[in-house]
């Protein structure tokens, strides 16, 4: 009788600890179905918040330039830092929601981040250099820019390449940190630009008379401005010849027309051809109508243009 009993009390035990490891585990699994409910609300609601707050800073960045055509590269750059952002944060929330502990991820993201940062400095180096040239801007694209001896129009600006057009429609992918750690002349940055044209004289020329040719040919051209106007001088003296500069104000679009112009004319000058032999001028410019304002038409004053 007595071994019956210890018998009943063993199996009670049992019993017992097996409706609390039941219940035990009832309890866990209804907890992560919770949390697993909640990290999916969460991931849902990161997802959704972070297009749509990309979405919201594009069109932001693109109010920003006013009158001007929105600057697609820096909205394209800032909403997807947004966006990426965002993203990050839902992913550590929903992590930390279901159970795992995020201080071992984060360490171990940020032991990953150095090791790929040291494998990749040099492109990042270049993402570095273009988030430079995105907040100063020393070109944009369509500009025509100078830089490490190639010279172009540019076409593409993005946070790792810059590409250029050059004249002769060759494509040249330069990376951005060469590009910011190097001299960049932009050369379509002001609206009007100066001709320089050089040339010499031989010392038994009538300096007199090419000069005034060539003065007159800069001053008939209808691309040049007329203020500040077209000036011819003198800027080396040598035993057998003179050098004479010309420089003329220009439009930047009509640099190239007026300088191949004033060159073929300071040739032909000075071998003695006459002024009226010379080839024909270009054609004026068509001008845009002129506003309501009671503003005398006529080419534009160097001096009137707003600053750049």
Known sequence: MQFDSEVDQRLRQTVLGDESLLHKFTNAAGDLAVNLVVGAVILALTLWASAWLAGVTQKA?????????????????????VRYGILVIGFVAVLQQIGVKTTSIVAVLGAASLAVGLALQGALSNVAAGVMILLFRPYRVGDVIETGGKKGTVRTLDLVITELATADNLKIVIPNNKVFGDVIVNHSHHARRRVDVTFRVAASADLSAIMAGVLARAKANPLALDDPAPTVEVVLLAESAVEVMVNAWVRTADHGAVQADL??????????????????????????????????????????????
Do not use: N, Y
Not at 61 to 81: H, I, K
Not at 290 to 308: H, M, V, Y
């Open 61 to 81: 960045m693109g109010r920003l330039g006013g009158r001007r055509a929105p600057d697609l590269t820096l909205q394209t750059f800032v909403s997807s830092m």
């Open 263 to 308: 060159l073929l004319a300071a040739r032909l000058i000075g071998a003695g051809q006459p002024l009226s032999d010379l080839p024909p001028l270009p054609e004026a410019p068509v001008s845009p109508p002129e506003p309501a304002t009671g503003r005398p038409k006529g080419r534009r004053s160097l001096r009137s243009r707003p600053t750049a």
